[in-house]
């Protein structure tokens, strides 16, 4: 014989079986976390592009200073003797004494 093995070829045969089979397992789980990982990027930008919607609305909503000293203003005259907030200068107050 030219090579002198105690190894059956059966023996070869299943440990090559072994082998194949534990990499395509290998392989597929891989793929199912590359898979796994594609999808939870995927959740994650949508969930911070509907934020960043969110605070686009919120600060659209936003007065400037002038509108909301406006806001101010119409409500110290609705509310005689309540004080409101100048948000021009926010150390001062807008009050109206009488109707």
């Keep these: 014989m030219l090579f ?3 190894v059956n070829i059966g023996v070869a045969v299943s440990i090559m079986t072994t ?3 534990g990499s395509f397992w290998v392989n597929s789980r891989i793929a199912n ?3 796994r990982l594609q999808n ?3 959740e994650l930008t949508y969930r911070l592009d509907k934020a960043e919607i969110a605070v686009e609305a919120k600060t659209n909503d936003v007065h400037t200073k002038s ?3 406006e806001v101010a203003l119409r ?3 609705a509310n005689p003797g309540i004080k409101f907030a100048d948000p021009r200068d926010p150390t001062s107050l807008i ?3 009488s109707k």
């Design 95 to 97: 009050v109206v004494l």
């Design 40 to 42: 939870l990027s995927n």
């Design 67 to 69: 509108q909301a000293a």
């Design 4 to 6: 002198d093995t105690k």
């Design 33 to 35: 976390m590359d898979n």
């Design 75 to 77: 409500n110290a005259v």
């Design 19 to 21: 082998v194949l089979g």
